[in-house]
């Protein structure tokens, strides 16, 4: 049970329209429909996918390996100056 229906009956007043004479929602349902038809049909390439930018996320909440650090940081030392301790907060010494 959450508070979001209860706090929409409260807070959504007005006449309510169907949803084909709003342009906003006719909008959001050309886009909506053919995206949903697209994942449905390739539902194991959306799952690699989502997968694929979980593990993306995880390398850089938990920081860019050393040696990869270092590398950049010799071929660029611009770069470098930059990203001084990038990531070393997440990683013992």
């Known amino acids: 049970v959450t508070v ?4 929409c009956s409260l807070l959504i007043r007005g006449p309510f329209h169907q949803e084909d004479r709003n342009w906003i929602m006719r909008g959001m349902m050309a886009v909506y ?3 949903l038809d697209w994942a449905l049909q390739w539902r194991k390439t959306v799952i690699l996918g989502a997968l694929m930018i979980l593990i993306a996320s995880q390398v850089v909440a938990w920081g860019l390996p050393r040696e990869w650090q270092n590398w950049v940081h010799k071929k ?6 930059v990203t001084q301790g990038f990531g070393r907060e997440f990683m013992p010494p």
């Open 4 to 7: 979001v229906p209860a706090l």
């Open 33 to 35: 429909e053919p995206v």
């Open 76 to 81: 660029s030392p611009q770069l470098a100056s």
